[in-house]
C-alpha cells in the first residue's frame, strides 16, 4: 500500500469526518433506556474495547467464563484486532467479531457490557457513547482526559442507572480493604499524611518529527476527539501517555492506582482544596510533554497527600519504588504492592501485616447481575476523584514555568506540613543529581498554586486554569453538556 503524505492524509481525514457530522445523530446517540441487561440466567454480552497491554488483561477476565461471552472485540488496529480474535476463540471456542468503530457495536442490543482499555483521550466519550446505549461499562484508569469529562461519565451513570466501574482494581482486595478498615478505625492513631510513589524508569520517546503512521491502523478513530495532528512520536502505541493531547503523564498512567490508594489512606471521598506541582522533562529532548519527575503536593485541609514521579533511575523510598506510605501519629503504614501493606509503630517495629487479592471484575458482574452500583468496590464517582487529582496537578504544572531553587523552595514551604515538603524537595534534587541532571538554577519549573472549589469542581477566578479542565472536541467525537447528556 502506498504511503499517503501528509497533506492527503488530513484532507481524506476532514472528508471523512465531515461525512460523519452529516450523519451522526443527536445525543443521546443511542436511546439508552430502550437497551437492558440480560436475565440473571443468561450470559452477558461484552465487548472489549481498546486490545493491546490492559485490554488483553480484560480478554483474559471475560473470555471463558461460564457467565460472559465475548461478543467483540474492537481496536483502531487490525492487526491487533485479529490476535485478540483468534485468542478469544480459543479461550471460549467461539470467535467474536472485529470491528473498529465502537459506535457499530453499541448498535447490537446482544451487548450488555463494554468494557474499555483505549487511550486516555477516548476513555470518557466512549463510556458516554456505551452508558447511552444501554451498556454497563468497566471503564480503566483514569476514567477521563480531564476534570470535566469525568464529571460527566459520573452524570451519565447516574441519568441512565448504568453500572459503571473504574479500573482501579487494588479496591477489590481483601488485603487493602482490610488494611484501610484498620486505619479508619485508628489502628495506627490520627491520619496526617500520605505519600504516593511511582518511580518507574522510562526511556526517552526519541526525537519529535514527523513519523509514518502505522498502515493497519485507522488514524482518525485513533484521533477521535484529539486535535487533527501529524504523528510526531516514533513510537505510535504507548508513548502517547507523555504527550498532553493523549495522555496525562505518569500520573495518569501509573500513578493513578497509587493516589487512589492515598486518597483512600486519607479517608477523603472529596476533592482536595489546593494543589501545587513542579519538576520538569530532564535529560535528552524528545517528543515528551509530560514531565518524567514531578512533585505534587495536594492540600485536604487537616491531612496532605504527596506525590512523586521519578521517570528516571531511583532509590527504593522505605523499601520501594511504587507504593504507599502514610504516616500517623503512631505509626506508618506501607503499602507496597496491589494486595498487601504493613504496619509499623513509630520505632519500625513491625505492628501488622495485611495480604489478599481478588477479582476486580468479578465485582462488576456481581454489580451487573444486581444492578446495584452500591456493590461496586470502585464506582465511578471514585474513579472521578482519583482521577481528578492527575488533571489538577498537572494543570498546575502546566501552567508554571522555570525558576529558581530560592523561589521554588519559598513556595514550598508556604505550602502545609512545610518540613516533610522541604525534604521531598532536598530529595528530589539530589535524586536528580544522582544521575547526572543536576538541574540549573532555573531549569525546574515550578508550577501554579491553585485554590480547586470541591462543589463546583473549577478554580475560583483563574481563567487559565479554568480553561484547562475541558478541551476543544473534533466533531463529531464531542463531549456532551450535562443538559444533552
Known amino acids: 500500500m502506498a504511503r499517503r503524505s501528509r497533506r492527503q492524509f488530513l484532507e481524506d ?59 467483540y472485540v474492537c481496536d483502531v488496529d487490525a492487526d491487533v484486532g485479529e490476535k485478540r480474535r483468534q485468542e478469544v476463540a480459543k479461550r471460549q471456542g467461539r470467535a467474536p467479531r472485529f470491528e473498529r468503530d465502537l459506535r457499530r457495536v453499541l448498535e447490537d442490543r446482544r451487548v450488555d457490557l463494554v468494557t474499555i482499555a483505549t487511550p486516555n483521550h477516548q476513555h470518557a466519550l466512549q463510556a ?50 482490610a488494611a484501610m478498615r484498620f486505619l479508619a478505625e485508628g489502628g495506627l492513631g490520627s491520619v496526617r499524611l500520605a505519600r504516593g510513589l511511582c518511580c518507574v524508569r522510562r526511556t ?60 483512600w489512606a486519607l479517608g477523603q471521598d472529596r476533592h482536595c482544596q489546593s494543589v501545587l506541582s513542579y519538576g520538569g522533562r530532564f535529560g535528552p529532548p524528545d517528543a515528551g510533554d509530560a514531565a518524567n519527575t514531578q512533585v505534587v503536593l495536594f492540600d485536604f485541609g487537616e491531612r496532605s497527600l504527596v506525590f512523586e514521579v521519578r521517570g528516571v533511575p531511583a532509590e527504593d523510598t522505605r523499601g520501594m519504588r511504587v507504593g504507599v506510605i502514610v504516616d500517623c501519629a503512631d505509626g506508618f503504614l506501607v503499602l507496597s504492592s496491589y494486595d ?11 505492628i501488622r501485616h495485611f495480604q489478599g487479592s481478588a477479582d476486580h471484575f468479578a465485582n462488576f458482574l456481581k454489580a451487573v447481575r444486581n444492578r446495584r452500583a452500591c456493590d461496586l468496590t470502585a464506582d465511578i464517582e471514585q474513579g472521578h476523584l482519583s482521577s481528578t487529582l492527575c488533571h ?20 514550598v514551604a508556604r505550602f502545609p506540613t512545610a518540613d516533610d515538603s522541604l525534604a521531598t524537595l532536598d530529595r528530589t534534587l539530589a535524586h536528580l ?17 491553585l485554590d480547586f472549589d470541591p462543589v463546583s469542581e473549577t478554580f475560583p477566578g483563574n481563567d487559565a486554569a479554568n480553561t484547562l479542565l475541558s478541551r476543544e472536541y473534533r466533531a463529531p467525537f464531542t463531549l456532551p453538556i450535562a443538559a444533552d447528556i
Open 13 to 71: 481525514s476532514m472528508l471523512a469526518t465531515a461525512a460523519a457530522v452529516a450523519t451522526s445523530s443527536p445525543a443521546p446517540l443511542f436511546g439508552g433506556a430502550d437497551f437492558v441487561s440480560r436475565a440473571p440466567n443468561e450470559k452477558l454480552g461484552v465487548a472489549v474495547v481498546g486490545l493491546r497491554g490492559r485490554g488483553g488483561s480484560h480478554i483474559g477476565a471475560l473470555a471463558g467464563r461460564k457467565d460472559t461471552e465475548v461478543l
Open 128 to 177: 458516554i457513547w456505551a452508558m447511552q446505549a444501554g451498556k454497563d461499562v468497566y471503564l480503566e484508569k483514569p476514567v477521563s482526559h480531564n476534570v470535566s469529562e469525568g464529571r460527566r461519565v459520573v452524570e451519565t451513570a447516574r441519568k441512565y442507572e448504568r453500572i459503571c466501574q473504574s479500573g482501579t482494581q487494588c479496591r477489590s482486595n481483601p488485603g487493602m480493604i
Open 204 to 263: 526517552p520517546m526519541g526525537p519529535r518529527g514527523e513519523y509514518p503512521i502505522p498502515a493497519q491502523v485507522d488514524y482518525d478513530l485513533w484521533l477521535g476527539p484529539a486535535p487533527l495532528a501529524a504523528l510526531t512520536r516514533r513510537q505510535f502505541h504507548y508513548d502517547w501517555h507523555w504527550q498532553w493531547a493523549y495522555g496525562n503523564g505518569e500520573l495518569g498512567n501509573q500513578g493513578v492506582h497509587q493516589l487512589d490508594l492515598a486518597r
Open 340 to 350: 498487601s501493606s504493613t504496619a509499623f509503630d513509630r520505632d519500625g517495629r513491625q
Open 392 to 411: 489538577i496537578a498537572n494543570i498546575s504544572y502546566r501552567l508554571g514555568e522555570a525558576a529558581p531553587q530560592d523561589e521554588l523552595r519559598d513556595a
Open 433 to 449: 543529581a544522582s544521575n547526572q541532571l543536576e538541574p540549573e538554577a532555573d531549569s525546574v519549573r515550578l508550577g501554579a498554586v
